[in-house]
């Protein structure tokens, strides 16, 4: 008789599959939201590399190495003066609302690319802030813009009641990435400022 010999099964052949490989969990966390990017510093070149980043720095205001938010706060004075006999007041109302909806847009992509919240070097708030405050007090004496511009500046920097909530209302959580309401955040406080300005002016004129 011939004895056929033992054959190997092909299944046991295979190795043993151990369950924890495929139930353990991956102690990698994995997140849909992308890592903030490290701040990266303003400079004239990253100025010229996007529109948004020319109109957020204030036409290059805002890279003053010396109080960023005065001299774009200046930088705004002296634009109103400029383009106040060329507007009337319906024109004003268009390019402040323009100003506003194209400024979320620019302060938001201008925060992504600097890796911030709240940059420094982002002055198109008090831009259009000082713009909202010179187009009600107009026309008014140098004395008067210059009380303006003190109490305004007073305000954005001190940031006292109203303006320090709205300051802190939209910043980022640790670690958190700019986005739209961070730039939002951005143009907001600095409007309530501007409100509080013309606050003080009406009370100091009674």
Do not use: Y
């Amino acid at each position: 008789m011939v004895t056929e010999p033992s054959r190997t099964d092909g299944d046991a052949a295979l190795p043993s599959l151990n369950s924890t490989s495929f139930d353990q969990a991956d102690p990698t966390p994995i997140s849909s939201t992308p890592a903030p990017a490290a701040p990266r510093r303003p400079t004239v070149r990253l100025m010229f590399s996007h529109p948004a980043h020319w109109l957020s720095f204030g036409f290059g205001s805002g890279l003053s190495p010396i109080a960023p938010g005065t001299v774009g706060t200046l930088w705004a004075w002296v634009a109103f003066l400029v383009l106040n006999p060329w507007l009337n007041d319906v024109q004003w109302a268009g390019v402040l609302l323009a100003g506003f909806g194209i400024g979320w847009w620019a302060c938001t992509r201008t925060a992504q690319a600097l890796g911030t919240g709240d940059p420094g070097p982002v002055v198109w708030d008090e831009v259009l802030a000082f713009w909202l405050i010179l187009w009600i007090v107009m026309p008014a004496s140098w004395v008067w813009q210059l009380a303006a511009f003190l109490v305004f500046r007073l305000f954005d920097a001190a940031k006292p009641g109203p303006v320090g909530w709205a300051d802190r209302l939209f910043k980022a959580a640790p670690g958190q990435a700019p986005g739209w309401a961070q730039g939002f955040g951005i143009l907001f406080d600095d409007l309530v400022a501007a409100l509080c300005t013309l606050i003080v002016l009406a009370l100091w004129k009674i």
